[in-house]
């Protein structure tokens, strides 16, 4: 048993993908700084120094300033601005795969279209003969 893992584990779809992972780990957290610290901020100032982040709905009668005092009240909260700022992290993420694998698709060997052939058999003896021959030099019958 302990064989069949070292051999499952060593093949190279396994070891790609962990790799894929850890990359994809290491990318995540790129593009959720650039989300929140890049494009989050000026989309809040277009639309009017809005904090993404600090937006969100308090389920109960008490009044809160941010999210933060909120969850230190112990407050239930519909936290919509995170929500937002998800969103949008996962569309780039999305859409930088996307191109990624569009490129890799783009790079990848394609398989060469397979040529036509060159003999034919003949109907008599089934050699193989040149597929303009009208006559078969193996046993001279008549082809059509």
Request: hydrophobic share 50%; proline share 6%.
């Amino acid at each position: 048993m302990l064989k069949e893992f070292k051999e499952f584990a060593m093949r190279g779809s396994v070891i790609d993908l962990a790799v894929g992972v850890v990359i994809g780990a290491a990318f995540g957290k790129i593009v959720s700084s650039l989300v929140d610290d890049i494009i989050m901020p000026p989309i809040g100032r277009i639309v009017g120094h809005v904090d993404f982040s600090n937006l969100f709905v308090t389920l109960s009668e008490a009044h809160y300033d941010t999210l933060a005092d909120a969850k230190k009240a112990g407050a239930a909260t519909l936290n919509y601005g995170l929500f937002l700022n998800n969103v949008v992290n996962f569309l780039i993420v999305a859409f930088a795969i996307f191109i990624v694998v569009q490129q890799v698709n783009r790079w990848s060997k394609k398989p060469a279209p397979a040529a036509a052939p060159s003999t034919k058999e003949c109907p008599q003896c089934t050699m193989a003969i040149p597929i303009a021959a009208k006559r078969c030099p193996q046993c001279t019958s008549q082809l059509a």
